[in-house]
């Protein structure tokens, strides 16, 4: 699963970019997820006087609503992303606003000065509303996510690719891959590293197996 993360402030673009970039990896033949963070203290996700709305109003600490043609999981708090993401099994996994996620992230911004306030040392790109006045900047490709969607969505290959390629960590338990955020897969990495590289037989670059039963 790659994951990229579309952050900026309100009405600067993000969401257009976002659902661009799905409409156009979806046309690629790739499943594609969403996460949308929401700051919006007063926002739920339920409607008072429906069922699952009761439901929790009664002290249940996790509802799901199971539909026809959808579910829906409402839970009484606030999930952290790790939680999030380990429901999700898509090619991709697009996570719209600041979830705090060290992933590849692409900035939107309308000012020079927004996208600076937004920046980040994860950053691949920038675009949202800046991307009609400029093509870079400090470095960085300034891409419409409307008008060149198809640009940005190779950006968003070959980026994403990389980053599961940096940190080549695979966890089984019983036959089942266990699927980890970038941070726990470094974490993982460098305790098992740290603790075999003083044998005999390590070197910089060789692959490195456990098995524990």
Known sequence: MRIIMIKG???TGKTTTVTALVRELRSRGYSVGTVKDIHYEGFRADSPGT???????????RVTGRGIRETALITDRQMTIDEILKYYKEDFVILEGDSGLKCPTIITGRTEEDVEKRMCPEA?????IIADSMTEYNGLPVINGVTEV????????????AAED???????????DIWMVPFVKKTL?????????????????KEIIIKIK
């Open 9 to 11: 402030f309100s009405k």
């Open 124 to 128: 691949v790109a920038v675009s949202g």
């Open 189 to 205: 990495k460098n305790v098992v590293v740290g603790a075999v590289k003083a044998l005999d037989g390590y070197e910089d670059g």
């Open 51 to 61: 069922d699952t709305f009761k439901h929790m109003e009664a002290g249940a600490c």
């Open 166 to 176: 940096e940190l080549d960590v695979q966890l089984t338990i019983d036959g089942e």
């Open 150 to 161: 198809k640009k940005l969505a190779d950006l968003v290959e070959k980026k994403t690719a």
